[in-house]
Structure formats: structure tokens, C-alpha cells
């Protein structure tokens, strides 16, 4: 049963960890972890902020995860061990998900990024020059 009691404190270490990363605005977008919704990820300003706002519900998550696996490995019996564990992956898991809906929300709240090109980095415009170039260029012979 001892095994039992250190699955939270696993989850919770790792959970915790990736919302801390979070909050501190340290997290990789190229990694598979943080919110990863469709809001969080048209942006990388979305996916910090969204990070950011979920980070501590997350890291609070985490701590209670392994409060509640301390507190299983402390129980004189088998049943307390079990109900602590539980009680502890429940908060882990209510608190990630709610950190995750925050996110989400925030991240939602983020304006969508342009799509103008800067210049002609982008915009393939052939032969002709950039558009934008081209009208600068025939507003001032004008």
C-alpha cells in the first residue's frame, strides 16, 4: 500500500512543476506540455498568457497532490492511506482542470495575431515587388 500513496506525490511533483514553469512564463511551446487548446496555440502570446493564468491553479494542483500522498503515507491503516490518496489525486485533478478552463479563457482573450506580411519576408509577391513597396512607390511620383 505504500506504492499506493506515492502516485499523487508523482503526479503532483509533475503537475506542480509544469505549473510553475507556467506562471513563470518558462514553459516551451514546443513541448508537450502546458494548455494546449486551440486558443492557447494560434500564438505564441496566447500560449504565455494562457500558461501564465493557468500556471498557479496548476501548482496549487500539484502541491495537493502531494500533501495528499504525504498524508496517505502518515495514516495509521489501510483506509486512511486510501481515502487521503484519493482525496489528494481529487484535488490534483479539479485543480488542473480548472487551471485549464482559465487558461482557455484567457488565452481566448487574446487578440488573433495578423497575417500581414513585414515587407516581402512573406508574401511571394513575384517579380513586381511588394505591394506595399509598389504603392509608396506610386503615391510619391504622383
Not at 514553459?27 to 506540455?33: S, T
Not at 502546458?34 to 500556471?55: L, P, Q, Y
Not at 495537493?64 to 491503516?77: F, K, N, R, S, T
Not at 485549464?100 to 508574401?123: F, H
Amino acid at each position: 500500500m505504500f506504492v499506493l500513496a506515492l502516485v499523487p506525490i508523482v503526479l503532483g511533483v509533475l503537475v506542480g512543476w509544469g505549473g510553475f514553469l507556467g506562471w513563470r512564463e518558462k514553459l516551451p511551446r514546443d513541448r508537450g506540455a502546458g494548455v494546449r487548446t486551440a486558443a492557447t496555440m494560434r500564438s505564441d502570446e496566447a500560449f504565455r498568457i494562457g500558461n501564465k493564468v493557468a500556471g498557479l491553479p496548476t501548482l496549487v494542483g500539484g502541491l495537493i497532490g502531494v500533501v495528499g500522498g504525504v498524508a496517505g503515507l502518515l495514516m495509521p491503516d489501510t483506509a486512511g492511506l486510501i481515502v487521503a490518496t484519493v482525496v489528494g489525486l481529487i484535488g490534483l485533478f479539479a485543480l488542473l482542470v480548472g487551471g485549464g478552463v482559465l487558461g482557455n479563457k484567457a488565452a481566448s482573450a487574446v487578440p488573433e495575431p495578423s497575417n500581414i506580411p513585414a515587407g516581402c519576408t512573406g508574401c511571394a509577391c513575384g517579380a513586381g515587388g511588394c505591394g506595399v513597396l509598389t504603392k509608396a512607390t506610386n503615391a510619391s511620383e504622383a
